[in-house]
C-alpha cells in the first residue's frame, strides 16, 4: 500500500473513533495516560453530559498543570534539560534555563503570591512581553490553583482597564519595560493608569502590582512607584532568600477548575473572557505529540505572543508538558536586525519545529523573495521538521512560494509546512495536517485540512435551518462543530454564560458556531474562506473577500493584499482591494498589474465580482499578531467615523493611506 494511502487510513480510523458517540469517550480517555494525576479519570465518568451545552470533560480527576510542565521532569531524571531559550536583538543577549533552574524561578513568584494571599480560584492579571519572567509567573499561577489572565502588552491603558473590570484581579504583574524597534513600552504607568481608570469607575480597589525592573532596559524610579500598592519582585526576593523557605507544593485541582481567562482582542464592543479548564492539558499533549511531533529534547520556536493562545499553546505550556525546549525571541522577523533572523534562530538553536503566522512570511517575501538568507544557513539547518502557520488565513501565493522556496534549498518535501486553521474559543487546532499520526496527507494550498479528532465539522445554511450537503467554493456556508466538542474547547465566557449561547451555539444546542465561512471538499477536508462578517453581497450573491485575495496574490508582483466591502447604490456591496507591491516594482507603471489584478478577478470569478476600485498602498494596517484589520480599511472606504483599534501594530500607515485614498477619489 502506499505510504499516503496508509496515512489516509490511520487519520480516518482514529478520526472516527474520536467523533463516534460509542467510542470518542475512551478515546480521550487513552490520552490521559501520559499525564500525571494526583486522581486519574474514571473510565465510568469521562464526560458529563448533565448540563448542555456546558460539557465537563474527566470531572472526577484531580492534577496540577504546574506539576506536569515542570516537576514530573526533574523527578524523572531530566532536569538538567534545557527548557527555555531567550534571546534579546535588542539587548544582545542570550539566557538558557534548564528545568532545574525554571522550577526554582517559579518557586520565587509562588512564594510571593503564597505571602500575599493568592490562593486557589483568584485571578491575577499578567501584563508582560514575551520575556521568561512571564512564563515563570503563569506557572507559579498554575502552581498555586489561580486562574491568570494574560493580557497581550500591545493593549493601551483603556482596553487593560476592560479587563481588570471584568476579572477582578487580586494582583497584577508586570514589568518596567516592553522593548520594540524603535522604542521601550513603560508597562508600569499603563499599568497605574489603567488602575487609576479601573478605581473611578467601579468599586474595585486595592489590587496589588507585583513589578519585575527589567535592570538591563529600563528602571521604575522610586518616586514613580506607589509603594503602597506595588511589590518590587527583586525586593520580595531579597526578603526571604536567606529564611529556610519551605517549597510551596502544586497544590491539587479538578480537571474542570478554571485554567485561564484569555480575552478576545475587543476590537468591536466589550472584550470577551474565554474560560478553559485544566482539562485543556489532554488537548494541548495530543497536540504537540501527534501534530508537532514534539518530544522529549526537541526545540521549538514561536514568534508568537504569550498573550494569545498560540503563545500560550506553543511557546509555553505545550513545549514544557512534552520536556522540550522553547526559543522565545524579543525581536521581529523582518527589521531585527534583517528577514533572515527567523533562519538563522532555526539554525544556531537546532529548531524542529518553527511556528509562525502568514503575515510574518509576507514580510519575509517582500524583503527576500528568494529566501537568499535561507540558502546562507541551510547547510546546518538539519533538525527543522516542520513550519506551522496561523493567526490568519495563509494565502495560497505565500503558501506556495514559500513550499517551493524550501523544496529547492532542502529537497521536496523535506520539511512540512502545517497551515493550521483554529481560535481563542477552540484552545487547540481544528483542521490541519498532522506528522505524529501520519506522513503526511497531501492538502492543497488554501486548504485548511482534515479535522483534527473530536471535530465534527457540518457546514450549515445562513439561517443554521439547513446543512449544506454538497457546499463548495461557489456555494458556501458557516461553519459549525457538532457537540459536545473535546477537550480544550472553552468552557464559557467568564461568568457571562448567557452570552456565550447567545454569541456560539445553536438555539437547539447541537452546534458550536465557528463564525467562520466555507465548504467542505469530497475527502471531508475543509477550506475557510474567511469569516462571516467578511463575506460580500453583490446583487445578492454572496461571495467571499478570501477569494478574492487570493486570486489577487496570484500576481506576480503583489506581495498582500486585503479586500473590504464598499457600499453601492445598485449593487448593494462592491469589492475594493488594498494592495502592497513587491519592493522592485516601486517606480514601474502600475496600470498594467491593475489590469491584470481586474481581469484574473472575473475570469476567476466572473463578471459579478468585477473589481473596479483598486488602491496601491506601502503597507497595511496589522495587529501586533499580524492580522490585518480590515474593519479599519472599510471604513475609510465607506468613508465612516474610523475606529483605531488599541491592537493596531503600527498606525503611521493610516495617514498615507487615507491621503492615497482621499486623492484618488477627489474628496
Sequence with gaps: MHANEKSKQNYYSKYYLSINEKTREKFWFDQCKEIDFFKKPSPNNILDKSNPPFYKWFPDSTLNICYNCIDRHIKNGHGNNCALIFESYYLNKVLKYTYIEIFQEVQKISYILYNYNIKKGDTIVIYMPTIPEAIFSMLACCRLGAIHSVVFGGFAYSELAERIKDCKPKMIITTSCGIEPKRKIEYYPIVRKALDLVYKKSNIKNIKILLFQRTDALIVKENDIKYSDTLIYQEQVELFQNKKIKEIPSIELNANDIFFILYTSGTSGIP????????????????????????????????????????????????????????????????????????????????????????????????????????????????????????????????????????????????????????????????????????????????????LMGYNIIILKEDFSQELINSSKNSPGLICIKLPLPPGFMLTLYKNDSAFIERYITKDYKYYITGDIGYKELNGFICILGRNDDMIKIAGHRLSTGKIEEIICGINEVVECAVVSKKDKLKGEVPFGFIVLKDYVENKDKTDIVNSIKKNVVDKIGKICSINDILIVKSLPKTRSGKIIRALLKQIVNKEKIYVPPTIEDAKCLPDIIKLFEAKYKL
Design 272 to 451: 470577551k473572557g474565554v474560560v478553559r479548564d485544566l482539562s485543556s492539558i489532554i488537548t494541548i499533549n495530543y497536540t504537540m505529540k501527534y501534530i508537532m511531533n514534539i518530544n522529549q529534547g526537541d526545540i521549538c520556536f514561536s514568534t508568537s505572543d504569550i498573550g494569545w493562545i498560540v503563545g500560550h499553546v506553543f511557546m509555553v505550556y505545550g513545549p514544557l508538558l512534552r520536556g522540550a525546549t522553547t526559543v522565545l525571541f524579543e525581536g521581529k522577523p523582518v527589521g531585527t536586525p534583517n528577514s533572515g533572523k527567523v533562519w538563522e534562530i532555526i539554525q544556531k538553536y537546532n529548531v524542529k519545529s518553527f511556528y509562525t503566522a502568514p503575515t510574518a512570511l509576507r514580510a519575509i517575501r517582500q524583503y527576500d523573495p528568494e529566501l537568499n538568507y535561507l540558502n546562507k544557513y541551510k547547510n546546518d539547518i538539519k533538525n527543522l521538521e516542520s513550519i506551522h502557520l496561523s493567526g490568519e488565513r495563509c494565502d495560497p501565493e505565500t503558501y506556495i512560494w514559500l513550499r517551493d522556496k524550501l523544496n529547492t534549498n532542502f529537497g521536496t518535501n523535506k520539511i512540512l509546512i502545517n497551515d493550521q486553521w483554529w481560535q481563542t474559543e477552540s484552545g487547540w487546532p481544528i483542521c490541519c495536517n498532522n506528522i505524529g499520526i501520519y506522513r503526511f496527507l497531501n492538502i492543497n494550498p488554501g486548504v485548511a485540512g482534515p479535522p
